[in-house]
């Protein structure tokens, strides 16, 4: 049986409707850098090596610095270059396996907006337009006769903030396989799928959702103040430990999930994939550890397509998904209920590659 947290006394329709922040919310632009699996990992531009250049990915989970709201894409280069209040990167968890902070700040920053925008248009045929990723992409919500309480509108909407939230991250996974690149120019194929992306997806919408089930009036600024806090609680609560343990956990999987020898941005520098796209998360690289879980059941029982659903709309550049099977390739629109058979899709394909690749490196030795 699902609690619920007393939701915050006084609290009144008119003044969170009427907040500035829910009137002119930015929605999260891009994503943050985020990270291949590995360390010190080489490079190359346009398949030559570049010298004395090497990404370390690894953070300390002490020296995250401060979440700021939609620190996406256009602050990319200052996030680069050290110069964001954020730093993002790996941990290790004893309890959550590996954990990459920048999809977990990315998808607390979408469950944060998607919550503003749903609560206050929920009941009523509205769409959330968001900018297209190969495919057009919006969620749309329904239109209801359901009277209902100020915490009923409360609980369903962060249902279902968190629920789209980890959803547009499954998308995402997907479209850096068939080739999405949020910067043109960096090929994404080396981060589709790595094992630690979904599970850290999944904390940031559960993280967002624990901080707005306290303090659903958040303003941006103030978002970012508690989930800097809320991010760090839950990394304790999951084990996080030091630096050089952290580096020590990467160095070890040397060989079996990532390849020191392979440079960015191929493919195969990383080795392990998970390609499994469901709602309860099990964190890779630990035993025992913390499954983290949400539902397309709502508090108040309902399915979430009562009240709202993503789509994914043809926009006539299907050049991407053009080796899919034609029962997939021809559909004008996709819902999450296709994400699983395209990960399925891009398994089967990496399987083969990998063996063609093993094949080529065996006759080379």
């Not at 939230?165 to 080396?190: D, K, N, T």
């Not at 967002?208 to 306290?214: D, G, I, N, R, S």
């Not at 440079?263 to 499994?276: E, F, G, I, N, T």
């Not at 029982?301 to 899919?324: I, R």
Request: with cysteine.
């Amino acid at each position: 049986m699902k609690t619920t947290t007393p939701f915050i006394a006084g609290l009144s329709l008119c003044a969170l409707l009427m907040s500035p922040h829910s009137n002119a919310l930015d929605a999260p632009v891009g994503v943050r850098p985020c990270c291949a699996f590995g360390q010190d990992l080489e490079t190359e531009l346009l398949g030559i090596p570049i010298p004395f250049f090497s990404v370390e990915n690894i953070v300390d989970s002490q020296e995250l610095g401060k979440h700021i709201y939609n620190d996406g894409s256009e602050y990319m280069f200052a996030s680069l270059m050290g110069l964001s209040d954020e730093t993002n990167g790996l941990l290790y968890t004893t309890k959550g396996g590996f954990i990459d902070t920048a999809h977990v700040r990315d998808t607390a920053d979408f469950t944060y907006y998607l919550y503003q925008k749903i609560y206050k248009h929920l009941g009523t045929d509205y769409r959330i337009s968001l900018p297209a990723e190969l495919r057009a992409r919006h969620i749309s919500l329904k239109k209801s006769k359901q009277t209902l309480t100020l915490q009923e509108r409360h609980d369903i909407s962060l249902d279902l903030a968190a629920l789209l939230a980890f959803r547009l991250a499954q998308w995402h996974e997907i479209v850096q396989w068939f080739g999405y690149q949020s910067i043109v120019g960096f090929p994404e194929l080396v981060s589709a799928f790595s094992p630690e992306d979904l599970y850290s997806n999944m904390l940031g919408a559960i993280t967002a959702k624990q901080v707005l089930e306290q303090q659903p009036e958040l303003s941006p600024s103030d978002f970012s103040q508690a989930l800097t806090h809320a991010f760090e609680q839950q990394l304790q609560q999951l084990g996080s430990v030091s630096l050089q343990e952290t580096q020590r956990q990467v160095q070890q999987l040397n060989g079996i999930w990532w390849d020191h020898e392979t440079r960015l941005p191929q493919k195969w520098a990383v080795l392990k994939r998970d390609y499994q796209l469901g709602l309860t998360r099990y964190p890779n690289g630990v035993k025992n550890g913390t499954p983290l879980s949400l539902s397309t059941q709502l508090s108040n029982g309902d399915s979430n397509a009562v009240w709202a659903e993503l789509y994914l709309h043809n926009v006539g550049n299907e050049e991407a998904f053009s080796k899919l099977p034609p029962r997939l390739r021809n559909a004008m629109v996709w819902q999450p209920a296709q994400f699983q058979q395209l990960a399925d899709f891009a398994q089967q394909q990496d399987k083969q590659e990998r063996g063609e690749c093993t094949q080529v490196k065996n006759s080379v030795y």
